[in-house]
């Protein structure tokens, strides 16, 4: 199959079925997947057979080489920086010593970038690494896992369906529960709901510090520096600490209730707390500074895209609740992942890295901390939003001839400079009777078609600034867009 029928029978993009054959190849010991020039991708089935007939556990429960890594890695984690024997996992996962060597060659490329290291010894394997790195890669590990990566949406970062249900699997569920409850308590002391995603990962934080405080992990490297408390916030982190340790009959270190307190001021909240109690001075003058960030984001975006996002007070105060929290966050290094990032990064290619360049410049102008595409992503969601509602997309259809490469280039370069297009498909001439009742508006195509009911425009293969010009012209002349 081609990526294109791939990604046309799955409701992916072709890029993410690159990027998932790619991350097969990687943690497969076999090549199962064939690729031929042309003709697309086949599964070898003998190997497939032959890669996956090891990873059976006991009473037929199955687990994939992928899934085996990720276990691994959680464990390493866990109980960093404790070692584990090469031995005593192969036992464990029912493998050869050879393919667990494999498996920590794998992990330890997973490290590179996270301040965490893979220690190598005669006695054994660990992780080692400051806890507050040790904490993050653990909150990466579950959040990758807490979203549906094909709905590239705000209603599929804010949902709870299956988040805690995922939790209870790898945690113990009474644990979970327990925690739930004391989150929902500490709802009511502060008047108002924590939605996700910060509901999630403030669930996996307690999670994780109650899995690590029972193996007897010591915290003390991580800091937290609280400037300017909010009192009232600050009692409902003392709160939820408190009832953790008289659940779970457990002591945990003080300075825990201030990486909790972080949590909550990095939480949106849609209540007017000036409702409950009185909003400091301090906190005024935040909000202003904050609103001149997002008034000035607003504009560049303006003036990038020539689209009028001032006229959407909705999309204003949404960022105005989302970039506060969002500046407590960088500031107390509280992550929040954003599990569908790649996937925001391919739909809204146009708008994300726009407004990541906006981002850039605001940050250095006002010299803030790095933000990272995670939160860009999150801010990419909204002024998409605001796209879509102001913006009606046009349908349009890519016939090209020249090969797999080159149409996902054409369709690449197509989708960076023109947003305003839906691309629904690349398919080549002997397809195009297949879309023919399709909701297309109109055609792009390589080569010379025989007539069809939809508008068509000839372009080369590479899309050079003379076809950007006359699609450009094409959509003036027939839809009364300017691009």
Known sequence: MRAQEISNYIGISTKTVYRKIKNLREICDEDIIESHRSKGYRLNYEKYLTAFNDYYLPNNQYMSVENR???????????????????????????????????LDYIEKELKDTNLSLSKSNSGTSIVGAEKYIRKELMHIFNRFLVNLSTPTISALTSKDGSTEYLQKQFAKE??????????????????????????????????????????????????????????????????????????????????????????????????????????????????????LVNEIIDEMEKELNISFSKDSRLKKSLLQ?????????????????????????????????????????????????????????????????????????NVLIVCTTGIGTSHLLKTRIKKNFPILNIK?????????????????????????????????????????????????FIKNNYGRLI
Do not use: C
């Open 425 to 473: 498909g690349v398919i080549s001439t002997s397809e195009i009777n297949k879309y023919e009742q399709l909701d297309i508006d109109f055609i792009l195509t390589t080569v010379n078609l025989p007539p069809t009911r939809q508008k068509q425009l000839l372009i080369s293969a590479l899309l050079d600034k003379g076809d950007i010009n006359i699609i450009k012209q």
């Open 322 to 394: 989302h970039v506060q929290p969002m500046l407590n966050r960088i500031k107390y290094n509280v992550i929040i992942v954003n599990p569908i990032i790649e996937d925001i990064k391919d739909e809204f290619f146009n708008t994300f890295h726009t407004l990541k360049k906006i981002i850039l410049r605001i940050t250095k102008k006002y010299n803030l901390k790095e933000i990272s595409d995670d939160e860009i992503g999150y801010l990419t969601v909204y002024f998409q939003n605001t796209i879509e509602k102001i913006i009606k997309r046009l």
């Open 69 to 103: 890594r990720t276990s691994i890695f959680l464990n390493l984690l866990t109980h960093s920086p404790r070692e584990v024997s090469i031995n005593n996992l192969s036992l464990q996962y029912f493998v050869s010593p050879s393919s667990i060597v494999k498996d």
């Open 175 to 292: 644990e979970v529960n327990k925690i739930e409850a004391i989150l929902e308590s500490a709802n009511k002391l502060l008047g108002f709901v924590i939605e996700n995603p910060y509901y999630i990962n403030l669930l996996t934080h307690l999670l994780i510090l109650l899995k690590r405080n029972k193996n007897n992990m010591e915290v003390s490297d991580t800091k937290y520096d609280i400037e300017n408390i909010d009192e009232h916030k600050y009692k409902v982190a003392q709160y939820i600490i408190n009832n953790m340790e008289d659940e779970f009959n457990i002591e945990l270190d003080s300075i825990e209730t201030n990486y909790v307190y972080a949590f909550l001021i990095s939480t949106r909240n849609d209540v007017n707390e000036a409702k409950n109690r009185q909003i400091d001075e301090l906190e005024i003058k935040s909000s202003n500074e904050v609103e001149l």
